[in-house]
């Protein structure tokens, strides 16, 4: 089914800005919901953002609102997450996930990619 590669992580110091790539294959990202969903160690995975099929956006975790956005180019079946104002609380690794419709529940995604880590530290 949809394959999904994430590419863009790495380090950064705090207020700092980095820019997350998901390029889907397999079939054409224009059907898919994609959410980006972040894990640090010994923490649970959680959802961060999601744009759906027609565009729309919804925001997982408030820890990232104003500072996080989410879109998507159809042409090029990439989704994007731009990280603007980095904070040591977001270093994890960050995953692109697929479905048919969004959602805030890992389990819910049938689709994922290996994950990239991002660190945000001094």
């Known amino acids: 089914q949809l394959q999904l590669v994430e590419s863009g992580g790495g380090l950064v110091q705090p207020g700092g800005s980095l820019r997350l790539s998901c390029a889907a294959s397999g079939f054409t990202s224009d059907y898919y919901a994609i959410a980006w969903f972040r894990q640090a160690p010994g923490k649970e995975r959680e959802g961060v953002l999601c744009?759906?099929?027609?565009?729309?956006?919804?925001n997982y975790a408030d820890s990232v609102k104003g500072r996080f956005t989410i879109s998507r180019d159809n042409a090029k079946n990439t989704v994007y997450l731009q990280m603007n104002s980095l904070k040591p609380e977001d270093t994890a690794v960050y995953y692109c996930?697929?479905?048919?419709?969004?959602?805030?529940?890992?389990?819910?995604?049938?689709?994922w990619g290996q994950g990239t880590q991002v660190t945000v530290s001094s």
């Open positions: 996930a697929a479905d048919r419709w969004c959602s805030r529940f890992a389990s819910t995604f049938g689709s």
């Open positions: 744009i759906s099929s027609s565009g729309g956006t919804t």
